[in-house]
């Protein structure tokens, strides 16, 4: 017999009783969709899941519940980080240079501002357009 978390089910089965203490007067209509959801199966889990993300406290009573230590699949959709659906690449930005001397400026952001060459005191100019 392996020691496996809990169902999504068992989760929002075992929530409903705690809703009034977690939720307060919100317990009655988050109860009502849950019923709803509970009567539709096991298809209806992400939903569930969705639906008690909303709430911190039966955010975290949901992880305890499913021991989970990491938030597993709940996590708060403000401040939860969703890594990149493809590997990041190399982005080349715009390179400016000094027309009277080899000084040389690489911009490493989209709104950082253009310096002027510190050796002449004229402003730097595009040089070439970045390489992708």
Do not use: K
């Amino acid at each position: 017999m392996t020691d496996s978390p809990p169902s999504i089910t068992e989760l929002a089965v075992a929530i409903r009783p705690r809703l009034r203490t977690l939720l307060g007067e919100e317990a009655e209509e988050v109860d009502a969709v849950l019923g709803e959801l509970l009567a539709r199966g096991v298809a209806a889990e992400p939903e569930i899941l969705t639906l008690l993300q909303r709430s911190a406290a039966t955010r975290e009573w949901a992880y305890a519940f499913l021991r989970l230590r990491d938030g597993g699949g709940l996590r708060n959709p403000r401040t939860a980080y969703f890594p990149l659906g493809a590997a990041g690449g190399f982005v080349a930005g715009d390179v400016y240079g000094c027309e009277e001397c080899e000084h040389r400026w690489h911009r490493r952001a989209v709104g950082q501002a253009v310096p002027s060459c510190p050796q002449h005191d004229t402003p730097l100019v595009r040089i070439r357009e970045p390489e992708l």
